[in-house]
Structures are given as structure tokens and as C-alpha cells.
């Protein structure tokens, strides 16, 4: 059974920053796509950061030159560093594993997803 677990998450003030963790148990990472997702209140989950099995990343624009999404294979572990955090990025966060290698912006391109871990950040 696979399970995703992540952590890192708080609250924080504008400008600062957090680093989200996303660990895999009853699968490994190494042959997946990675893709971090997120939800605000009343709103549908979006696409915030992707990282394919050959490490190339994909951002959304709204985080792209604040956020960086990196792998650990070795630790089954895929990491989103957030930086320069804005209110607007309170959301709960979301890793998920893709069905293939290749990265997708798209929902339903991933299989697992994880439990979701709570971002806020105050103005």
C-alpha cells in the first residue's frame, strides 16, 4: 500500500520561508514524476510544482523564481522550498506521485496523493 506523508508545514510570516517534505512508504519515488498541489479555502486544488524522474522541474508562474522543487531518491523523498512566502500562498499543501516518469500539471495525470499539510502565511 502506498502512502505519502508530508510535513513542514506552519505559519509564517510574509517574506519568509518554509521547506515542505514529502516521504514515500510501499513505493518508491525513483521511477515517478513528483508533483506538489495545493487548495486555499474555496478554491479547486491547483498545480504548484512538478519534478520529473530525470530531475526536470516545472512551476506554476505564480511561484515560479520563489519556489524550488528538489528529489532525494536515495531518502524516498521529494522536498518544495518555499521562499518569499505571500498571503496569497495559504493553502493546504498536497505531494503526489504521477503515473509515468514524465511531469503533468494536470490532477488527474496522479495516482497517490498525500494527506495535505497547512501552510498559512500572515501579511
Known amino acids: 500500500q502506498v502512502q505519502l506523508v508530508e510535513s513542514g508545514g506552519g505559519l509564517v510570516q510574509a517574506g519568509g520561508s518554509l521547506r515542505l517534505s514529502c516521504a514515500a512508504s510501499g513505493r518508491t519515488f525513483s521511477s515517478v514524476a513528483v508533483g506538489w498541489f495545493r487548495q486555499a479555502p474555496g478554491k479547486e486544488r491547483e498545480f504548484v510544482a512538478s519534478?520529473?524522474?530525470?530531475?526536470?522541474?516545472y512551476y506554476a508562474d505564480s511561484v515560479k523564481g520563489r519556489f524550488t522543487i528538489s528529489r532525494d531518491n536515495t531518502k524516498n523523498t521529494v522536498y518544495l522550498q518555499m521562499n518569499s512566502l505571500k498571503p496569497e500562498d495559504t493553502a493546504v499543501y498536497y505531494c503526489?506521485?504521477?503515473?509515468?516518469?514524465?511531469?503533468?500539471?494536470?490532477?488527474?495525470?496522479?495516482?497517490?496523493w498525500g494527506q495535505g499539510t497547512q501552510v498559512t502565511v500572515s501579511s
Open positions: 519534478i520529473s524522474l530525470s530531475g526536470g522541474t
Open positions: 503526489a506521485t504521477a503515473r509515468t516518469s514524465y511531469s503533468s500539471t494536470f490532477l488527474a495525470q496522479y495516482d497517490y
